[in-house]
């Protein structure tokens, strides 16, 4: 931790927004994303944090209900006033109510599914597994041809910009998903909401980048911000701009416990 940001975390806790990105960072990659848990020394680590800092949010490319059922969050004691902004920030959920606010599918959204599976068998790549989430279809091809992915990333830009959709390249994964969002507003609205001082965020993949820039714009604003990269031999992308270099989830979870430790609970 750089030590003015630290000393001002352990200082103000309560001025202190702590935003973990879900996959890379919490649970470790796995081929099987409907199996990717978050790693219970993390979850346990934020729910002691969860009593003292201002505010813990989870900003993930997921959707909410996934996140919840692999983070195991809902009704743990310490996280009583969780937020989660799914889906790079188009949905959010607040364990205060438990209520998600999500947009509606968007048509575009409708059209990708109906024709991606033929348009990937025809160009060879009818093996990649395809994950629909709603404002979002992610093509993975973690575990099947060396190089499938790269050589998919052009023509499905194409096809992006043909249906007016995002592209949200990640760890052997292509979303192609609804514009007009990301992480970095999702963590200006967070910021916004708790008036914090102090930001501390955590990530390992290119959709966290946004995020890494809007600490970054803070920073200039005098809030204090702390950038944490969860690194992994798939990504280095963020590693020269992050202030804390970890060795992925198991050094997260160290991390996160030693914070509790600091502030003493
Ligand atoms: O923003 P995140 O929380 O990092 O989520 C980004 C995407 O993560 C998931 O895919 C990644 O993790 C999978 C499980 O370990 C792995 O199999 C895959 O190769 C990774 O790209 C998830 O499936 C996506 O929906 C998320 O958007």
Not at 176 to 193: F, Q, T
Not at 216 to 221: D, K, T
Request: with cysteine; hydrophobic share 45%.
């Amino acid at each position: 931790m750089s030590s003015s940001t630290r000393a001002a975390v352990l200082a103000d806790p309560r001025h202190t927004l702590l935003a973990v990105d879900f996959d890379g960072t919490l649970a470790h990659i796995v081929e099987d994303p409907t199996r990717a848990y978050a790693h219970p020394r993390s979850v346990a680590a934020l729910a002691r944090l969860g009593t003292v800092l201002g505010q813990i949010a989870i900003v993930t490319g997921r959707p909410v209900p996934q996140a919840l059922e692999l983070g195991g969050f809902e009704g743990r004691a310490g996280l009583e006033h969780l937020v989660i902004y799914g889906q790079y920030g188009a949905e959010r959920w607040d364990a205060e109510n438990g209520e998600t606010t999500r947009p509606d599918r968007p048509d575009a959204i409708r059209r990708l599914a109906d024709v991606l599976p033929s348009w990937l068998a025809e160009r060879g790549a009818g093996d990649a597994r395809l994950e629909d989430k709603g404002l979002a279809i992610a093509i993975h091809t973690r575990g099947i041809g060396e190089g499938l992915l790269d050589s998919l990333a052009a023509p499905l830009a194409e096809l992006a910009a043909e249906l007016g959709l995002a592209v949200e390249p990640g760890r052997q994964v292509i979303e192609l998903r609804a514009p007009g969002h990301d992480k970095g507003d999702a963590l200006r609205l967070l910021v916004e909401g708790l008036d914090a001082r102090q930001v501390i965020f955590a990530g390992d993949d290119l959709g966290d980048l946004p995020a890494y820039a809007a600490v970054e714009s803070l920073r200039e604003r005098g809030v204090g911000g702390l950038l944490i990269c969860s690194a992994s031999t798939e990504q280095d992308a963020l590693v020269a701009r992050a202030d804390v270099v970890l060795d992925g989830p198991d050094a997260v979870a160290d991390w996160l416990e030693q914070l509790a430790d600091d502030l003493h609970v």
